[in-house]
């Protein structure tokens, strides 16, 4: 019997009760459907990266978001970092669950124009690892793209582990027309080798790279206001130029960065004077210029 007979197309196979009597072939291409029309309804897919660990991308991504929610887009997160889900925690939700309905899944709201979904919200015990190979790491973000109500979005900003490994192979396979990338770097010179291998791997894929964000660039002290220049300033605008790609700002480091994000408080949203909020602030506006001026704009897209 064919698929529009037998099952409701705005429920997922996992909770369809005439999911027995549909073949593999069928509830691939009803899958298929689902995640299409769910990533239709998404203007823009956003790519946060990072050549190794440590750089703050999480941090970058959590603030981006808080900075364009706060302009009035509709914004959602998705959390691909399946090892390491930080994001909950950023926002003030890791205790929440994600809740099941029958068109799928909704995602935990953070405040009404923000939306997160992650890891974080599935695992019962934050302190057990998870230890899964690719092909199902794949099929989990295959269903936080596909299976969940994310709605009208202005903006998805996708936190990806470090790294070009199964997570970011999967998000651009699944997405397959991703809107630009984000590499997150620090001053660093061993940073700065690392971030030329995520514009690297974004060019093979074919997704444009918006920019690269010098993150810890530099420390505000809380005293005198004076930077410091704990990692040197300047090498992910030197490593911008060398790639030919565009340079999107440096974020200082502020010591109430740290204590915020681990009480679950944007620094956008609970610090209104500081050099860094500016900094996230001016980040946004340079990724909402970029994404205006795309190819998919010029083109009506």
Not at 19 to 43: F, G, M, P, T, V
Not at 228 to 250: M, S
Request: glycine share 10%.
């Amino acid at each position: 019997m064919s698929e529009r007979k037998t099952c409701d197309e705005k429920q997922s196979c996992e909770t369809c009760g005439q999911a027995s009597k549909c073949s593999e072939k069928e509830k691939q291409q009803h899958e298929e459907r689902r995640l299409r029309e769910r990533l239709y309804h998404i203007r823009y897919k956003i790519m946060v990266m990072s050549g190794k660990g440590g750089v703050g991308k999480s941090t970058v991504a959590t603030n981006l978001a808080s900075a364009l929610a706060a302009d009035g887009n509709r914004v959602g997160v998705l959390d691909a970092d399946i090892h390491g889900p930080n994001i909950p925690r950023m926002f003030g939700v890791d205790l929440f669950q994600l809740v099941g309905t029958g068109d799928g899944v909704r995602p935990v709201e953070v405040y009404p124009n923000l939306k997160v979904v992650s890891m974080a919200n599935i695992s019962p015990n934050p302190d057990s690892p998870i230890v899964w190979r690719g092909p199902i790491k794949h099929n989990v973000i295959k269903q936080f793209l596909g299976d969940v109500e994310w709605g009208d979005l202005e903006y998805l900003i996708i936190d990806l582990p470090p790294g070009t490994g199964d997570e970011p192979l999967s998000v651009a396979h699944l997405i397959e027309n991703v809107d630009g990338s984000i590499i997150v770097t620090t001053p660093q010179d061993v940073a700065l080798l690392d971030s030329r291998k995520a514009v690297g791997f974004s060019r093979l894929l074919k997704i444009p790279v918006l920019g690269i964000v010098e993150n810890m660039s530099g420390m505000v002290c809380p005293h005198c206001s004076r930077e410091i220049d704990l990692f040197k300033v300047g090498g992910g605008e030197k490593a911008a130029k060398e790639l030919k790609v565009p340079f999107l700002g440096r974020i200082p480091i502020e010591p109430q960065m740290v204590e915020l994000c681990d009480s679950g408080k944007p620094l956008v949203l609970h610090r209104p004077y500081s050099r860094a909020k500016k900094a996230f602030e001016e980040l946004a506006h340079q990724v909402m210029k970029a994404l205006e001026g795309s190819p998919k704009e010029a083109a009506g897209g």
